[in-house]
Antibody, heavy 117, light 110 residues
Framework: EVLLVESGGGLVQPGGSLRLSCAASGFTFSSYWMHWVRQSPGKGPVWVSRVSKDGTSTNYADSVKGRFSISRDNTKNTLFLQMNTLRGEDTAVYYC??????????WGQGTTVTVSS | QSALTQPPSVSGSPGQSVTISCTGTNSDVGYYKRVSWYQQSPGTAPKLIIYEVSNRPSGVPDRFSGSKSGRTASLSISGLQAEDEADYYCSSYRSNITWVFGGGTKLTVL
């Protein structure tokens, strides 16, 4: 079974940092670009970032550029999102997503990040 | 405000058909065939139901179909069932390496 399991969410103060992880199983992790997508309550999903199959190429949404960093460890089938200088508007459920030829075909269950004092 | 425009809600009775629209720009929906649709029930992750405008992943009933004309994509659901009640989101790849989503449409089965 193809599975993505996120962890690392929680409550953090504005300006703080958090590192999200996503454990992949059931498929060849190193064969896929991987993305992070977030969704605030009652809103549509928003694309955050992506990393290439080998981890050498990354892209970010303008709203997180310079603050977030995506990476992966193909030896451990794990995707990461380092989030720094967090703001209230970063509060959301963060999903780890597998992308197959531009289609987001497998989503994790999500991990909740709350930025509040 | 979301990048793609969807109606906030649609409704239909069991057995009827509904269509949800998704309007973008010439940089996303109007240019690429990389339009997807997702179904999301409360407290769960989005689930892919249509990709590349009109293709269904295995396991998705053929009651679900997708199409596109110009800058507007559409999701049609025929033979509505109670289990179809959920939020539906469209998504498209956009030039300059980004993906955009709609604000979502709540489907109510009366």
């Amino acid at each position: 079974e193809v599975l993505l399991v996120e962890s690392g969410g929680g409550l953090v103060q504005p300006g703080g940092s958090l590192r999200l992880s996503c454990a992949a199983s059931g498929f060849t992790f190193s064969s896929y670009w991987m993305h992070w997508v977030r969704q605030s309550p009652g809103k549509g999903p928003v694309w955050v970032s992506r990393v290439s199959k080998d981890g050498t190429s990354t892209n970010y949404a303008d709203s997180v550029k310079g603050r977030f960093s995506i990476s992966r460890d193909n030896t451990k089938n794990t995707l990461f999102l380092q989030m720094n200088t967090l703001r209230g508007e970063d509060t959301a459920v963060y999903y780890c997503v597998r992308v197959n030829d531009y289609t987001m075909d497998v989503w994790g269950q999500g991990t909740t990040v709350t930025v509040s004092s | 405000q979301s990048a793609l425009t969807q109606p906030p809600s649609v409704s239909g009775s069991p057995g009827q058909s509904v269509t949800i629209s998704c309007t973008g720009t010439n940089s996303d929906v109007g240019y690429y065939k990389r339009v997807s649709w997702y179904q999301q029930s409360p407290g769960t992750a989005p689930k892919l139901i249509i990709y590349e405008v009109s293709n269904r992943p295995s396991g998705v009933p053929d009651r679900f179909s997708g199409s596109k004309s110009g800058r507007t994509a559409s999701l049609s659901i025929s033979g509505l069932q109670a289990e179809d009640e959920a939020d539906y989101y469209c998504s498209s790849y956009r030039s300059n390496i980004t993906w955009v989503f709609g604000g979502g449409t709540k489907l109510t089965v009366l």
